[in-house]
């Protein structure tokens, strides 16, 4: 079954240090979505693309966080500078038109200190 | 804004079947119904989709009343391994996910 990639699995960084997470979706998908997850809450919309286009980031914090989907392949989400509060679960997903429903990857565990 | 409720939390044995009700007041025409799985530093898992009346696929059954103002996900005889968190989500597909949200799901815990 195809998987969505996403990569780092784990990352530690320091408060005010710059970091990014990268996810490949599924072949042929043209939407993608990066979630975050704090522990205990459900997955909270952060940004969605189709293609290469933003359709949606109203939650996106936009002083410290960019995503971009320059070839509408891949997809990288950044944070500068990371806060405290960024520690989280990154979930990247992908969709496609002719199956229901979202297929997620293994996320990135973020941890600031 | 496509808001669900779910109960926090439910416990059940092995071998039973667990219905898992969500309320989703506000649905709108062209939503649909979305259950998703999620396990311990995992993403969410994508379990069954619904429109209307009952949807069924290998590992779930969806019930979802005339009004689809709520909809029930049925796991037949569960086992230790079904102890996840469950989500129902509600939006038309492919369209702006910021109009569907998550919500805090249900902790399923199944016991020996």
């Known amino acids: 079954e195809a998987e969505v990639a996403q990569s780092p699995r784990y990352k530690i960084t320091e408060k005010s240090q710059a970091v990014a997470f990268w996810c490949d979706p599924i072949?042929?998908?043209?939407?993608l979505y990066w979630y975050r997850q704090i522990l205990g809450q459900g997955p909270e919309l952060l940004v969605q693309?189709?293609?290469?286009?933003?359709?949606?980031d109203s939650q996106l914090p936009k002083d410290r966080f960019s995503a971009e989907r320059l070839k509408g392949v891949d997809s990288t989400l950044k944070i500068q500078p990371a806060e405290l509060g960024d520690s989280a679960m990154y979930l990247c997903?992908?969709?496609?038109?002719?199956?229901?429903?979202?297929?997620f990857g293994s996320g990135t565990r973020l941890t600031v200190v | 804004l496509a808001k669900t409720t779910q109960p926090i939390s439910m416990d059940s044995y092995e071998g039973q079947e667990v219905n898992i009700t969500c309320s989703h007041n506000?649905?709108?025409?062209?939503?649909?119904i979305t259950w998703y799985q999620q396990f311990p530093s995992q993403g969410p898992r994508f379990i069954i989709q619904?429109?209307?009346t009952k949807v069924t696929n290998e590992v779930a059954s969806l019930f979802i009343p005339a009004d689809r103002k709520s909809s029930t996900l049925s796991l037949p005889r569960v086992s230790l391994s079904d102890t996840a968190v469950y989500y129902c989500?509600?939006?038309?597909?492919?369209?702006?996910?910021?109009?569907?949200?998550f919500g805090d799901g249900t902790t399923l815990t199944v016991k020996p």
């Open positions: 693309f189709q293609d290469e286009s933003v359709v949606d």
């Open positions: 506000n649905i709108a025409t062209n939503d649909y």
């Open positions: 619904g429109y209307k």
């Open positions: 072949s042929g998908h043209a939407t």
């Open positions: 989500l509600v939006g038309a597909p492919n369209t702006n996910a910021g109009k569907s949200t």
């Open positions: 997903a992908s969709s496609s038109r002719d199956r229901g429903g979202y297929t």
